[in-house]
């Protein structure tokens, strides 16, 4: 179905992931990151842009229906920089999709929008939004953008409220929050084949055992992941005391040394 599929932000930890693992599904895979992305292989384009810059984001756009928007800075930072990066540069993502005609996006949120509520509190996508940093209220900036994008213009989204993705979880909280590679490529294969998606959000976390995060009401789209952190569970228990004063889903975040 897809034609062209634009991933931004495509040298990072996600955007490796689907370099590789979306390589056969569209007819050309487009890849853009503001750092050097080597060469094009087959099948893919390579695009070296900054999404601050929105003439630039305009072409890199152009002739996409769908786009993997994983480029941002991906933790809590300066508010000048993060106002570049994930602010100026969503917005301009969403304009020149807007005016490009783009289908659907798929938005890499992340779970720190919600990151204030207590740990072990089952939240969906109804649940209040309580950023825990800088970070966070970028990700709610975005998440709010692609509703104005879907309800005055049609463009479909799903804001991809991202756990913690990477090869193995790291520390107690991903034993909760993990999201293997592997559950993140089914998913966004997933979310790139429903006929009809509207305005979704997600919540992506793989089959962990103490999971604060349900999918309910996204039944529709036909998604299970196959991971869990168990496997793991021993050998991060064995090796990491509970951090003192956590509380928040947010973790590191939601403390009053993390900030920018
Ligand atoms: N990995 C996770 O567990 C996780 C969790 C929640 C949300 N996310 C979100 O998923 C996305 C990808 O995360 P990641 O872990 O791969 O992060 P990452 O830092 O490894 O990758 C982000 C990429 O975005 C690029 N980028 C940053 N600023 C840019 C700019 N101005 N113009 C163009 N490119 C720019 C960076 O060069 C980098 O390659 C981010 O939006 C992040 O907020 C990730």
């Not at 979306?22 to 099948?43: A, F, H, Q």
């Not at 990477?166 to 909280?173: G, I």
Request: aromatic letters at 8%; proline letters at 4%.
């Amino acid at each position: 179905m897809t034609t062209r599929l634009l991933v931004t932000g495509a040298a990072g930890v996600l955007g490796r992931y689907a370099r590789e693992g979306l390589k056969d599904r569209g007819k050309v895979l487009r890849l853009s990151d503001v750092v050097d992305l080597g060469p094009p292989r087959e099948g893919e384009e390579v695009v070296q842009c900054d999404l601050a810059d929105g003439k630039a984001i305009e072409a890199l756009v152009c002739g996409c229906d769908t786009i993997l928007h994983l480029g941002a800075l991906a933790t809590e930072a300066s508010f000048d920089a993060l106002l570049q990066a994930n602010f100026l540069g969503t917005y301009n993502l969403y304009e020149a999709a807007r005016k490009a005609g783009v289908k659907r996006i798929i938005f890499a949120s992340s779970n720190h929008v919600t990151g204030f509520h207590p740990i072990g509190k089952e939240l969906d996508d109804k649940a209040e939004r309580r950023p825990d940093s800088l970070y966070g209220v970028s990700k709610c900036f975005g998440e709010d953008l692609s509703r104005l994008y879907f309800d005055k213009f049609g463009l479909e989204t799903v804001c991809l409220r991202i756990g913690s993705c990477f090869d193995e979880p790291r520390n107690r909280r991903m034993l909760s929050t993990w999201l293997s590679p592997r559950d993140f490529i089914s998913l966004v294969s997933k979310l790139l084949d429903v006929p009809v998606i509207g305005h979704l959000i997600l919540y992506g976390v793989s089959a962990n055992r103490d999971v604060w995060w349900s999918n309910a009401h996204a039944d529709f789209i036909g998604w299970q992941p196959q991971d869990s952190s168990e496997p793991y569970r021993k050998s991060i228990e064995l090796s990491e005391q509970d951090p003192a004063g956590w509380r928040f889903q947010g973790g590191r975040l939601a403390t009053v040394e993390t900030s920018a």
